[in-house]
């Protein structure tokens, strides 16, 4: 079958390969039709992606076809469409039996930690799938980075007596946002790219639009919450200064979720973080039971992602444009394969 390899940074190669199409009792055999690109690619192809191994099949957002199941499968049949929700856990260790299973001890992520989607079938364990009658493929791969931003609003318990400040305006705090609106709270967005707090200023309904270049943030956000700080910051940058502003943001009382990461310590000034009684929190990848909500919130129509998807890209071009899709004057939110 067809199938795409990152063979080391840099080198994205097409490759006839070989799977075994014997199924165990719990698997199915999946049909791939549509793979989002994600900063998790972007990382593991540049060669910054710390803890990655190659040669690797990248693809964890994905849109699939139930071809074959095996006898023991009950939670989806041949011909239903499924997003897959790619952390997997073979184990039961201690989260895993406390249910969370998105940040299981040994948590294997398909298409980071093993072998994922770019190519054209798949076999996994049925429990990954989550069927929709009703959505599209595109929209079935979409699920995995939203899930992200509404774990992470999940983590917060956002109500809609929250002022939400999201600081990064790429694709997971615009996951973030859109949960957090659906929630009813007041939400501000900063990044320091004043293109993507343009996207924001045009396509969103947000309280308030904060560049975070200005020299006067903290005023900023107090113009934007009538005087208030916010209740609860969400940092989706994975930038230490970003998150280390996070604790001068933050209203007295106020909770941080940090759902970006980067590689190194973390220190805080300990007076301020006591001083307000932060409470901080990291989001990690999701729970099956996001996806469901997230299934149930986009047949509903409650979720627009269409304004998102800025690349459509065929299958066999991937490895010719996939540096392409990297430059920023070509605006990349996000990038679907089409297969
Ligand atoms: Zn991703």
């Given at each position: 079958m067809n199938t795409i390899i990152?063979?080391?940074?840099?080198q994205l190669e097409k490759k006839e390969t070989e799977m075994d199409q014997d199924l165990k009792p719990d698997e199915a055999l999946l049909k791939v039709h549509r793979i989002g690109i994600c900063g998790t690619d972007m990382h593991a192809f540049r060669g910054n992606q710390p803890f990655f191994s190659y040669p690797r099949i990248l693809g964890h957002e994905l849109g699939v076809e139930v071809i074959e199941i095996g006898n023991?499968?009950?939670n989806v049949k041949v011909g239903d469409r499924c997003s897959v929700e790619?952390?997997?856990?073979f184990g039961t260790d201690q989260a895993v039996r406390r249910g969370k299973t998105n940040c299981g001890e040994n948590i294997s992520v398909f298409g980071v930690h093993e072998d994922g989607g770019m190519r054209e079938f798949i076999k996994l364990p049925s429990r990954y799938l989550h069927q929709s009658d009703k959505l599209t493929y595109e929209q079935l791969a979409l699920i995995e980075p939203l899930s992200i931003g509404c774990h992470a609003v999940n983590r917060a318990g956002l109500t809609k007596e929250d002022k939400v400040l999201i600081i990064g305006a790429g694709p997971i705090g615009l996951a973030t946002i859109q949960f957090a609106k659906i929630k009813n709270a007041k939400v501000a967005v900063m990044d320091v790219n004043e293109e993507r707090l343009e996207f924001c200023r045009t396509n969103l309904d947000l309280t308030g639009i904060i560049n975070?270049?200005?020299?006067k943030v903290i005023d900023d956000i107090r113009n934007v919450f009538a005087g208030d700080l916010p209740t609860v910051v969400m940092d989706a940058t994975g930038n230490p200064q970003s998150m280390k502003n996070t604790f001068d943001y933050v209203a007295f009382g106020g909770k941080i979720v940090f759902i970006g990461l980067f590689q190194g310590d973390f220190t805080f000034f300990d007076p301020l973080f006591h001083r307000k009684e932060i409470t901080l929190l990291a989001s990690r990848n999701a729970l099956g039971t996001d996806f469901q909500q997230i299934i149930t919130l986009m047949e509903e129509g409650?979720?627009?992602?269409?304004?998102?998807?800025?690349h459509r890209v065929a299958f066999q071009d991937l490895p010719e444009k996939f540096e392409s899709?990297?430059?920023?004057?070509?605006?990349?939110?996000k990038a679907i394969v089409e297969l």
């Open positions: 990152l063979k080391k940074p840099g023991q499968v009950k790619p952390y997997f856990n975070a270049k200005s020299n409650k979720i627009d992602t269409d304004l998102w998807i800025t899709l990297l430059l920023p004057e070509n605006k990349v939110i």
